[in-house]
């Protein structure tokens, strides 16, 4: 069921655990510096890469996108309500005390109405000619 470790990887993590072992022992304040200085380079490197990425982003076709799923949620936003007494009951409960009034025609008639679409057009780069081999 599991796969067989390359030879080379585990004497690789052989190896890596001495190391820290022996450090541990021999000089452990050596190797809590070792594992700050670590933990500072990885926090610098993913600010570089957060930083970039959002650069990368910043751009005037993002923002427009940004703006159209603003304007979308706003729109489609319902208000809150107040939540029936009958919420607060278990399932079949509701079903047995709920008179039945509605016909099978007025639900397809609310499931018929339909509400404008919310379209958006973002610009974006239409001269540029698309590979259609890649898709």
Request: proline content about 4%.
């Amino acid at each position: 069921m599991f796969r067989q470790i390359n030879p080379i990887v585990s004497i690789l993590i052989g190896l890596a655990a001495f190391g820290l072992l022996y450090k541990l022992f021999t000089n452990p304040m050596s190797l809590i510096m070792q594992l700050i200085i670590t933990a500072g380079i990885v926090v610098l490197l993913l600010f570089i890469f957060s930083s970039i990425m959002n650069r990368r982003y910043s751009n005037s076709d993002y923002s427009a996108y940004r703006k159209a799923v603003k304007q979308s949620k706003n729109k489609y936003k319902t208000s809150p309500t107040a939540k029936d007494s009958t919420s607060i009951m278990p399932k079949k409960v509701q079903m047995k005390n709920k008179p039945k009034t509605t016909t099978n025609k007025s639900k397809t008639s609310a499931s018929r109405k339909r509400r404008d679409t919310n379209l958006t057009v973002i610009e974006g780069k239409k001269g540029k000619k698309r590979n259609r081999a890649l898709f």
